[in-house]
């Protein structure tokens, strides 16, 4: 994890707010608070490492707020919100957020997810340079050495957790991967019901970013009953 990462923490909740601070602060992070949607991107500077977003804000949501951000950066983006619908999570990932973590909290669990969330993006950041530099399959390109995915050259924006869902069924053509292996090897955390609905989203996002045609995809194509593969 990079020393003095910066957070920002937007809920409209002023006690909310002072606890994360205090819990981050104490663990070594620097802390950006914003009430709103407007205020948090206007402070969402090149700084900033990772975003917590409270659901329910004042005119624009934390969802609205979450498209906002990923128009300007992958940073990890984690949820933490009273609203516990598997709907409500499965627009968060859609929207383009990382984590998602229920009101009432523990500070053990809290802090875990961020440090968990930084180590991940620092990961998708400073890849290893590979024998190989680069992966291409059609027009599609990886670059091993910066993370960059491109079409024929432009730049497609991945987040951080789908760019390592893309590498890992890139790197690994033609093997097909359940949602518990992708979801366990990617999040390092044990499979759970709601799982499956997280790797489904993703794969969901990642098919609209990728694909020309998402009726007859392409590239990542689905074995039913048992997993996704690049062919």
């Known amino acids: 994890m990079p020393e003095n990462s910066t957070v920002l923490v937007v809920d409209d909740d002023p006690e909310i707010r002072e606890i994360i601070h205090i819990l981050l602060q104490r663990e070594g992070f620097a802390v950006q608070e914003a009430a709103d949607a407007d205020t948090a991107l206007a402070r969402l500077t090149p700084a900033v490492d990772l975003a917590i977003l409270d659901i329910m804000l004042p005119e624009k949501s934390g969802f609205e707020l979450c498209s906002e951000i990923r128009k300007v950066t992958t940073i990890p983006i984690l949820f933490l919100t009273a609203k516990n619908q598997d709907a409500d999570k499965a627009e968060g990932f859609s929207c383009g957020g990382d984590d998602y973590l229920v009101k009432p909290f523990s500070s053990i669990e809290l802090i875990s997810r961020v440090k968990a969330l930084l180590r991940r993006y620092l990961i998708y950041q400073k890849q290893a340079p590979a024998a190989k530099k680069e992966i291409r399959l059609r027009d599609l390109c990886l670059d091993l050495d910066t993370g960059a995915v ?16 893309f590498r890992l069924l890139l790197l690994n053509r033609r093997k097909v991967f359940a949602a518990k292996e992708i979801y366990e090897h990617i999040w390092q955390e ?9 790797i489904m989203v993703h794969i969901k996002n ?19 009953g048992k997993g996704y593969y690049i062919e």
Request: hydrophobic share 35%; aromatic share 10%.
């Open 190 to 198: 044990p499979f759970l019901p709601l799982s499956n609905n997280t």
């Open 150 to 165: 491109s079409r024929s050259g432009e730049i497609i924006a991945l987040t951080s957790m789908e760019y390592q869902v």
């Open 206 to 224: 990642l098919r609209r970013k990728l694909e020309k045609d998402l009726v007859h995809p392409q590239y990542i194509r689905t074995v039913w």
